[in-house]
């Protein structure tokens, strides 16, 4: 059983992985149409898995026909050479095809935060709005002026928050952009994201409680 030299000790994996994903292993580290024959059927797969990924998404992000498409292929083409690229680094935990599912749906992540960071405007629709107390987690008591809190809210996201902050905030609360995509598009880490995340909502609940639509304890617990 031919093995590229580059892989080292990783012979040892074909012996204890599942024969499925020990045949992937073999034949994608193989040469000539049996290779080519595996690349295209692994990318058969991360096509699928991005392009379910992408519609599951694209609502938040109004993608529709084409440019939905095209953000799926692209997602599945840069999976597959980072899979290819990344066969050594493949342990057996679990199947070869559970294994490349995560390259997908990462590639899918940074995609479509790239794709909302195009246009450096946020642009905020009243539907938006409409979701956003249910994504700040605010309890259905608190429900009952909605009108006036999304107007309350709508100032204290413009007026309060910093530029960063704004665009963080809307991105993931609004748009769901996931944060590992925000990070690569902004530099930063997860860890920052989180941290800007939680002064722009502390932020805006202390407004609230100032302008008396959230309690004392209410702003505490959240």
Same mark, same amino acid.
């Given at each position: 059983?031919?093995?590229?030299? #580059?892989?080292?000790?990783?012979?040892?994996? $074909?012996?204890?992985?599942?024969?499925?994903?020990?045949?992937?292993?073999?034949?994608?580290?193989?040469?000539?149409?049996?290779?080519? @024959?595996?690349?295209? %059927?692994?990318?058969?797969?991360?096509?699928?898995?991005?392009?379910?990924?992408?519609?599951?998404?694209?609502?938040?992000?109004?993608? @529709?026909?084409?440019?939905?498409?095209?953000?799926?292929?692209?997602?599945?083409?840069?999976? &597959?050479?980072?899979?290819?690229?990344?066969?050594?680094?493949? %342990?057996?935990?679990?199947?070869?095809?559970?294994?490349?599912?995560?390259?997908?749906?990462?590639?899918?992540?940074?995609? $479509?935060?790239?794709?909302?960071?195009?246009?450096?405007?946020?642009? &905020?629709? #009243?539907?938006?709005?409409?979701?956003?107390?249910?994504?700040? #987690?605010?309890?259905?008591?608190?429900?009952?002026?909605?009108?006036?809190?999304?107007?309350?809210?709508?100032?204290?996201?413009?007026?309060?928050?910093?530029?960063?902050? %704004?665009?963080?905030?809307?991105?993931?609360? &609004?748009?769901?952009?996931?944060?590992?995509? &925000? @990070?690569?598009?902004?530099?930063?880490?997860?860890?920052?994201?989180?941290?800007?995340?939680?002064?722009?909502?502390?932020?805006?609940?202390?407004?609230?409680?100032?302008?008396?639509? $959230?309690?004392?304890?209410?702003?505490?617990?959240?």
């Amino acid at each position: 059983m031919a093995v590229d030299p #580059g892989l080292g000790d990783n012979q040892a994996t $074909l012996a204890s992985v599942d024969p499925e994903s020990a045949e992937w292993l073999r034949t994608l580290r193989g040469t000539g149409v049996e290779r080519e @024959a595996a690349v295209e %059927r692994l990318h058969a797969i991360l096509l699928r898995v991005a392009s379910n990924e992408v519609r599951r998404r694209a609502p938040r992000l109004r993608l @529709a026909g084409p440019e939905l498409d095209d953000v799926a292929h692209q997602a599945a083409a840069d999976a &597959l050479l980072a899979v290819i690229a990344k066969l050594g680094g493949f %342990r057996g935990e679990s199947r070869f095809t559970t294994w490349v599912y995560k390259f997908a749906v990462l590639e899918v992540s940074a995609k $479509l935060g790239r794709h909302f960071w195009c246009d450096p405007r946020v642009r &905020l629709e #009243g539907e938006d709005w409409e979701r956003l107390p249910d994504r700040f #987690g605010f309890d259905p008591a608190e429900r009952s002026e909605r009108h006036d809190l999304l107007d309350a809210l709508r100032r204290a996201v413009d007026e309060e928050l910093t530029e960063r902050q %704004r665009q963080i905030f809307v991105a993931i609360v &609004l748009k769901g952009v996931p944060a590992d995509a &925000l @990070a690569v598009e902004l530099g930063t880490n997860r860890n920052a994201i989180y941290k800007t995340m939680f002064d722009a909502r502390r932020k805006l609940r202390a407004v609230l409680v100032a302008r008396g639509y $959230l309690d004392i304890g209410t702003s505490r617990r959240s």
